[in-house]
Each structure stands twice: as C-alpha cells, then as structure tokens.
C-alpha cells in the first residue's frame, strides 16, 4: 500500500510539473502590476494569464473588453454596422421603387437572422485576447496587431471547440456551455453565413446574388 501511494505521489507530481512547464510566476511577469493576476490556461506551450477580479482589467484594456462584449451580444462589429447602414442610406436616397423595398427588406431580415445566433467566432476570439495575455504582453494595453497573432496561434493549436468549451474561456462566456450540438460544426456555418451576409451588403442585394419574393399588392 505504502508503495502504490508512493508511485502515485510521484506520478501525480510528474503530472504537475509538466503541466506547469514554461509557467512564470504572474508577479515575476508582471512586476509592475498592481492587482492580482492569475495563470488561466495553456496553448501551444504558452501560459496566457488574466485579471483575478474581471473589473480590475486596466482602464485601455478594459475598454476594448467593453466594445468587443457589446459587438458579442449585437452579433454585428462596426464594420458591419456601417454597411448595414450605408446601404439603407442610399437605397433611401432614391425613388422608393419595389426593388428598393425588396433590397430594404432582405437588409432587415438578414439583421434579424443574426440575433439567433449564439456567437460569431471571431468576436469571442476578439474578447478573449483581450481579457487574456501573455507573459510579453502589458495588461494595461492592448495592441491589435499582436492580438491577432495570439488568434492565429489559438486557432493552430485548438479546434474552436476545444479553445471555447476550456473552463476559463467558457467561464468568460458562459452561454456557450448551453450550446447543445457542435460547436465546431455551428461555428464554421456561422463563418459561411457571416461571409455571405457581408457579401450581400457590399453587392446591395443585388437580385443576381439573392432572390427576392415580394407580395405585390
């Protein structure tokens, strides 16, 4: 008995060491850092690290945080927002004809469509890059550029299912532990339409692109 306790201790802190393998101790980090920061989880061999307390991210940081969750929750970024509106804009500008309605109408719908959705990918990657740092980055900044290539290195080392259903990151987002199905399935459709949507927008809607049944009264 004393034996197999023994081999297990061992094993047990084999197990431990190469899980905490490359991990820097977040005060050695982050030195200059006031609050808490914690290990959250590891990605290719990286350890990424996050605020112990969500509200103490700093003030650059945060703000970003706050945009990315709003865009979440909308499931449309800005960029899509302003096509959205640009062409609404100049479909209005014009005699109101019924393909203009027709065109009207299939903008609205498509907006419609994307409040089902329960998340576009990219957007929640964009939050979590934000809410989650590496040991060479400041967590009272955020650089887009270097934000980018955290995503790609994610999205090379996990599927997306397994990137988001990790208990940190769905801790974050908690409505995707609800989400009943594949999550690596639904994401690459969400991808599909969301690159058909933006095509829409920027051909107008244009009848060679979408077919349109309008109720002529």
């Known amino acids: 008995m004393r034996k197999t306790k023994q081999r297990f201790s061992e094993w047990l802190t084999k197990k431990l060491n190469k899980s905490a393998a490359g991990l820097v101790p977040p005060k050695k980090a982050f030195p200059e850092n006031k609050f808490v920061i914690k290990p959250a989880f590891k990605s290719g061999g990286v350890w990424y690290y996050t605020m112990d307390d969500i509200f103490n991210i700093p003030y650059q940081r945060g703000l970003e945080a706050i945009?990315?969750?709003?865009?979440?929750?909308?499931?449309?970024?800005?960029?899509?927002?302003?096509?959205?509106?640009?062409?609404?804009?100049?479909?209005?500008?014009?005699?109101?004809?019924?393909?203009?309605?027709?065109?009207?109408?299939?903008?609205?719908?498509?907006?419609?469509?994307?409040?089902?959705w329960i998340v576009i990918p990219?957007?929640?990657?964009?939050?979590?890059?934000?809410?989650?740092?590496?040991?060479?980055?400041?967590?009272?900044?955020?650089?887009?550029?270097y934000a980018k290539q955290k995503i790609e290195r994610w999205k090379q080392e996990q599927d997306v299912e397994s990137f988001f259903l990790q208990q940190p990151v769905s801790k974050l987002m908690p409505f995707l532990n609800g989400f009943d199905g594949s999550f690596l399935s639904y994401s690459a459709l969400i991808e599909k339409v969301n690159r058909d949507h933006l095509r829409n927008l920027s051909g107008k809607f244009s009848p060679n692109l979408v077919k349109l049944h309008i109720d002529r009264e």
Request: charged content about 30%.
């Open 67 to 116: 945009h990315a969750y709003e865009e979440l929750q909308m499931k449309c970024d800005l960029n899509y927002l302003r096509e959205h509106t640009a062409l609404i804009s100049e479909l209005l500008s014009k005699s109101i004809t019924l393909d203009e309605i027709s065109r009207i109408n299939s903008a609205n719908e498509q907006l419609k469509q994307r409040l089902d």
């Open 122 to 145: 990219d957007q929640a990657y964009k939050l979590a890059s934000i809410v989650f740092f590496d040991a060479n980055e400041d967590p009272s900044t955020y650089e887009i550029g």
